[in-house]
């Protein structure tokens, strides 16, 4: 089994590949994992992850530049796909940060967090958003083996997915109002929150990633 980590140029890849590489000893599968800005070895991957770090528009950019949309558009038709962070906000149609389109796989926006959110005490909230933050899950799901309803997970994220269908959230968080924070449909399952800083979670999210076949 071939795992390719995208590298579009935006992320912390290699905490990214040591997460996978930690998860695949977990899973035991002995999967080849590629961290790869080649578009053949994404085609040609069993299983694909897709981070993202930084400001949105920025790495809509870098996808265009890199040559890697196509195969990451084949992967989200075709394979096991895990978007992280704003790798997964890239799955929306449009930001708010720069008014960026997106990929259009899900229908919705990525919106900001108001500046003047505060907590249930009247304190403002700062933003990003940043630290751990439980996660409700909405329904169940095989990439939540093993992982109790509540489990916290790392957020940095100054915006946060607004999705038009409902179905499609598979998990939501706090600040203060809830907000979907994780998404999916099918063969495809993508967090707001970094699975490579969450420690034992996180792994264990990978791990059922990759014993999970879509």
């Given at each position: 089994m071939?795992?390719?980590i995208?590298?579009?140029g935006?992320?912390n890849l290699?905490s990214v590949l040591?997460?996978?590489?930690?998860a695949?000893k977990?899973?035991?599968?002995?999967a080849?994992?590629?961290?790869?800005?080649k578009?053949?070895d994404v085609?040609s991957?069993d299983k694909?992850i897709f981070?993202?770090?930084?400001?949105?528009?920025?790495?809509?950019t870098a996808?265009?530049?890199?040559?890697?949309?196509?195969?990451?558009?084949?992967?989200?038709?075709?394979k096991p796909?895990?978007?992280?962070c704003v790798?997964?906000?890239?799955?929306?149609?449009h930001?708010?940060?720069?008014?960026?389109?997106?990929l259009?796989?899900?229908?919705g926006?990525?919106?900001r967090?108001?500046?003047?959110?505060t907590?249930?005490?009247?304190?403002?909230?700062k933003?990003?958003?940043?630290?751990?933050?439980?996660v409700?899950?909405?329904?169940?799901h095989p990439?939540?083996?093993?992982?109790?309803d509540?489990?916290?997970f790392?957020?940095v994220h100054?915006?946060?997915?607004?999705?038009?269908?409902e179905?499609i959230?598979?998990?939501t968080?706090?600040y203060?109002?809830?907000f979907?924070?994780?998404v999916?449909?099918?063969n495809?399952?993508a967090t707001q929150?970094h699975?490579?800083?969450?420690?034992?979670?996180g792994l264990l999210?990978?791990r059922?990633f990759?014993?999970?076949?879509?």
């Amino acid at each position: 089994m071939k795992i390719a980590i995208v590298d579009y140029g935006m992320g912390n890849l290699h905490s990214v590949l040591k997460s996978v590489q930690a998860a695949d000893k977990l899973a035991n599968t002995g999967a080849q994992i590629v961290l790869t800005d080649k578009p053949e070895d994404v085609f040609s991957a069993d299983k694909i992850i897709f981070p993202g770090q930084g400001a949105m528009p920025d790495c809509m950019t870098a996808l265009q530049q890199s040559g890697l949309g196509e195969a990451v558009s084949d992967g989200l038709k075709n394979k096991p796909f895990f978007g992280i962070c704003v790798g997964a906000q890239l799955l929306f149609d449009h930001s708010e940060e720069g008014s960026t389109a997106g990929l259009g796989w899900f229908k919705g926006e990525v919106k900001r967090f108001p500046a003047d959110n505060t907590d249930a005490d009247g304190n403002k909230l700062k933003v990003p958003h940043m630290g751990w933050n439980s996660v409700h899950q909405v329904c169940s799901h095989p990439l939540f083996k093993d992982i109790p309803d509540e489990t916290r997970f790392y957020f940095v994220h100054s915006y946060y997915f607004a999705p038009q269908e409902e179905s499609i959230i598979l998990g939501t968080s706090e600040y203060p109002e809830p907000f979907a924070c994780i998404v999916g449909r099918d063969n495809v399952f993508a967090t707001q929150f970094h699975t490579e800083k969450s420690h034992d979670a996180g792994l264990l999210l990978l791990r059922n990633f990759l014993h999970w076949n879509g």
